[in-house]
């Protein structure tokens, strides 16, 4: 006869634990066990409902026998099809998480109305607003005449009945930490309930052959919610991430089965809701005119598109006994290095001195290219002078000193040729053709000194 037993379950990872403990053993994090109730059978493993009917029988299919899979669907806005990898795949699962306020549910009621629109069955189910907020929504954003199905419900039997009522061919999930199902006795939005729901609406999107997307909310560490499970269960992951002091929002993919996963989207805040960027570029680029030093014109590389953003320094006298470090957009360790690598093999000393290093725009530097435009951004800081007029930087500084070759030169060039820039300081092997801009080919960190660093003491 099945008991009832209390278990520990951490809310970072999902490990099931007998007791309480300060810190998970299978994650390492700390305060994260929370006690929830579980059916189990008298030898101690769980019995969940689900599989407490007979089983069946698997069935086998040849590879070579396999049907082809069906068209994408286009949602018809650039962004978003380079993101999803040429469109929305049927029978796929994807997970959507952002901060609060970030326009998660804006831009996914845009995407429902314009699938319905373009005559895809299309349902919103939304278990945290009711439908005339929903609808009040779409009346701002100009889509409140879409022929979008609405739903505000939480229980997932009663939401996966409707889905196979319906059978429709897109479905948004608003949000999976509100979903609940009444086989477990743990509280919505525990661990428990989301590994539950998830795995029981991307089971029926793989047999109805509808595309789902579920929203998740994030932690204050900027990682969704509950298990990282659920993450492995769907076939999409994607980030929205933004400063809500910008009016720019980047959608990132950081998983994705039918797709590259390096691939960003580019979106604009505007009064009707999330547009696509006309120009990313100009994003990042700060209107400033270039009459004071400290800052760089870096040429990013975001999956197959080239972005351009400006990295700004400021190095000044530290009042105190330990110089402040403070970096907003990238990596601190990076930061160091580069410093390092300027004192040991350049001879610029800045152990003394506070430096505070940030992107414009909120863009966020994540490969080491963006290694020379820093450094050009201190050295033009520290010696109080603009860089060259027009002039871009990209490349990897090595512990050595030497000035790395990164991938995709030629396609940054051109993207800076495109926006007018005149001057580009490079690594060596990089094309030194393109009209209208000069090439600057560099070897080591110690010509980039020479050329818009302090000049050297008597």
Known sequence: MAKSNTVFVCQSCGAVHPKWSGRCDACGE???????????????????????????????????????APARHVIGVDELDRVFGGGLVPSSATLIGGDPGIGKSTLLLQVAARLARNGLSTVYVSGEEAAAQIQDRARRLKVAESPVELATETDLRKVLSALKSAQPDFVVIDSIQTMWSDSLEAAPGSV????????????????????????????????????????????????????????????????????????????????????????????????????????AVFAAMEGSRPVLAEVQALVSASSYGTPRRSIVGWDANRLAMVLAVLEARCGVSLAGRDVYLSVAGGYRMAEPAGDLAAAAALLTSLADKPAPEKSVFFGEIALSGAIRPVARMDQRLKEAQRLGFRNAFVPEGSSSTIEGLTVKPLSRLSELVDLVGPDPEP
């Open 192 to 295: 428990a309930q989301v590994r539950a729901c998830a795995q029981e609406l991307t089971r029926w999107a793989k047999k109805s052959g509808a595309a789902l997307i579920l929203v998740g909310h994030v932690t204050k560490e900027g990682q969704i919610a509950g298990p990282r499970v659920v993450e492995h269960m769907v076939d999409t992951v994607f980030y929205f991430e933004g400063e809500r002091g910008h009016q720019f929002r980047i959608l990132r993919a950081v998983k994705n089965r039918f797709g590259p996963t390096d691939e960003i989207g580019i979106f604009e805040m505007h009064q009707y809701g999330l547009a696509p960027a006309r120009e990313p570029s100009a994003l990042f680029l700060s209107n400033e005119s270039e009459n004071a030093g400290g800052a």
């Open 30 to 68: 700390w305060n994260t066990l929370v006690e929830e109730t579980s059916s189990a059978a008298p030898g101690g493993l769980a019995a969940p409902k689900s599989l407490s009917r007979k089983a069946g029988k698997a069935e086998f299919t040849a590879l070579n026998e396999v049907t082809e």
